[in-house]
């Protein structure tokens, strides 16, 4: 049931997260209501507690066949819907409660007892309905259970840093499930630009997930993927004609970095083995885009034996808003005279370095660098899998220099943060020289083109070329802007900046994460600082007021003392 122009009963249910019991009346045809009823819960993510069916009223003047026929098809009625949840994996007992012909204390107490199975059912979902908690053990927290026997990114088993256990999320809000909810600052790491549960994109997870999720894309190919490959290439930078899907950030890098190697191969510079990048950058986790990654916060001492030796330049010096300084260049310039035939590729996020600093500088840097590398015949990759789909204030951050990369990664925001996929593009020339003399590009994730994750990506290029996301972002600069700026005052804050959609507060000392997150928590927003750098990315869908809050408690926890180590 409606009850307005945009939420139902099911919202109504949903925020209250109590047990769901489905009442429905046992008459012919009414099969078909319980049923319906039940696939609106589940695909809200509600379980059914229970499910009681009412006696109907006899019609008057039956014969004796007709009510042997109406008999039968009452009594299967409640079967059939048991064998469906039992299908569905549900363990919802279906309870049909007995027509009383006086509601006298016999008839309460026959009502009673056969309600007698609906208890457990539903304490189960209300320990206070039987008068007592659920004793300690049987309900052991989630965080005490994961902290047993999950990783987390970047953390120690043994000295963990402490997990929060969310139940929901919608909108620009994630649901804990103590019931906190919380002011979502952190798009889940720039992927969920429009918001948690978009009633597109789950539509569109859900009517794939029924069609067919996923089907091997060796010798196999479906509409969901040419769909994507098209739509993208209508966004991406003009010039990138070849789409290779693949099925993370990291692996997209890999990708980028095996096509650099092939076209080089391919049209006979093969001494062009190595990378050059801008040291702060980051560009995942697997080993070819761990060698890219600045060399000190990516931790290179670690895995300096398996690594491939890359060539690293200083990072880009000048910032994105102040005049554009050519001495920028000066270093990458330096190194391709000296080295400049050993160079296949240079690897580089564009405008803004995100993971290894949040360091936001100027679009010039990547015009020099694009005929830098035309003189010296290695190619440009672009990792915009940050960057991309409207996060600067562009849709892609190349955009700002007027200047398409041969290779270009995207990810994170790709399915709205729905679906992990990434997707690595070229120009014609790159593809063509890489499958020269009868080459093929060797890489072929199994998962790769999975169709949940690009029915669902479709659908979110969908929302974004409405284009409602320009003055999304726009407003998000302005109150980021004005929200971050009493920051600067405070004595800890180093730096505040703010690109498109993006805020960061660089403190002068490396933050105390956990004191950190939990004040947040406690002022319910999500935010997840790290190093030296408190920063949000709010989802594009957020309310102005939602951001001063962010902002607010930004400039709060960094008055405070004791938050930074
Ligand atoms: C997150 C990120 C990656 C890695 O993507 P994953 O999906 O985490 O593997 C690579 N490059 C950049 C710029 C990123 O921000």
Redesign the pocket.
């Known amino acids: 049931v409606a009850i307005n122009e945009e939420e139902y009963t099911l919202d109504f249910m949903a925020a209250l997260d109590l047990a769901v019991l489905l009442v429905g009346s046992n008459c012919l045809g009414a099969l078909n209501h319980v049923l319906l009823s039940l696939q609106a819960l589940r695909l809200k993510g509600l379980r059914p507690a229970a499910v009681v069916l009412m006696a109907p009223e006899e019609p008057e003047g039956l014969s004796a066949g007709e009510r042997h026929d109406r008999e039968r098809i009452l009594a299967d009625n409640p079967e059939f819907l048991r064998r469906r949840l039992a299908a569905w994996g549900e363990d919802a007992p279906v309870v049909v409660l007995p027509r009383v012909a006086r509601l006298d204390a016999a008839g309460w107490q026959e009502l009673a007892d056969a309600c007698a199975v609906l208890l457990p059912a539903l304490s189960r979902h209300v320990p206070s309905l039987t008068g007592r908690q659920a004793p300690a053990g049987e309900e052991e927290p989630l965080p005490l259970r994961d902290r047993r026997i999950l990783w987390h990114p970047y953390t120690s088993v043994v000295d963990p840093l402490p997990v929060f256990a969310a139940a929901r999320s919608h909108h620009n809000r994630i649901v804990l499930d103590d019931g906190r909810e919380l002011v979502d600052g952190m798009s889940s ?2 992927t969920a630009i429009h918001g948690y549960n978009h009633p597109r994109l789950v539509a569109a997870a859900q009517r794939q997930a029924g069609r067919m999720p996923h089907v091997m894309f060796g010798g196999l190919t479906h509409a969901p993927a040419v769909e994507l490959g098209e739509r993208l290439l209508t966004m991406l930078p003009q010039g990138l004609a070849r789409v290779f899907l693949a099925d ?4 997209s ?1 890999e990708v980028a970095l095996k096509m650099a190697l092939q076209y080089q191969q391919g049209i006979g510079q093969k001494q062009r083995t190595c990378f050059l990048t801008p040291r702060g950058g ?4 697997t080993t070819g ?1 761990m060698s890219v990654c600045d060399p000190v916060t990516g931790m290179h001492c670690l895995f300096t034996h398996m690594l491939p030796r890359q060539i690293f330049m200083e990072r880009p010096s000048c910032r994105f808003d102040q005049p554009f300084d050519p001495a920028s260049l000066d270093d990458a310039r330096r190194i391709f005279a000296e080295q400049g035939e050993r160079i296949a590729a240079v690897i580089l ?1 564009p405008l803004v370095q ?2 290894g600093g949040m360091w936001f500088y100027h679009p010039d840097y990547l015009r020099g660098m694009a005929r830098l590398c035309r003189e010296h015949g290695a190619l440009l990759v672009f ?1 915009e ?2 960057t991309g789909f409207g996060r600067t204030g562009t849709l892609f951050a190349a955009e700002r220099a007027g200047v398409c990369p041969d290779i270009l ?1 995207c ?2 925001a790709l399915t709205g943060g729905v679906m ?1 996929l ?1 997707a690595t593009a070229c120009t014609e020339e790159v593809a063509q020289g890489i499958c020269r003399d009868g080459m093929v590009f060797m890489h072929g994730p199994t998962f790769m083109g999975n169709a949940l994750a690009c029915a669902v990506a479709c659908a979110s290029l969908d929302i974004l070329a409405e284009g409602r996301w320009q003055e999304q972002v726009a407003m998000l600069e302005t109150a980021l802007t004005a929200g971050l700026a009493p920051c600067r005052e405070l004595p800890q804050v180093e730096d505040v900046r703010v690109l498109g959609s993006i805020g960061v507060v660089e403190t002068t000392r490396p933050v105390n994460m956990a004191a950190m997150q939990d004040f947040f928590v406690r002022r319910g927003v999500w935010i997840r600082p790290f190093n030296r750098l408190v920063y949000v990315m709010p989802p594009y869908v957020s309310p102005r007021e939602d951001v001063e809050r962010l902002c607010a408690a930004m400039h709060d926890v960094l008055s405070l003392p004791g938050m930074l180590a």
């Open positions: 790491w720039w993370s950030g990291s692996v890098v980051y560009h995942g986790d885009a996020e995100g993971a990792d899998i940050a990664c990810g994170k992990t990434a």
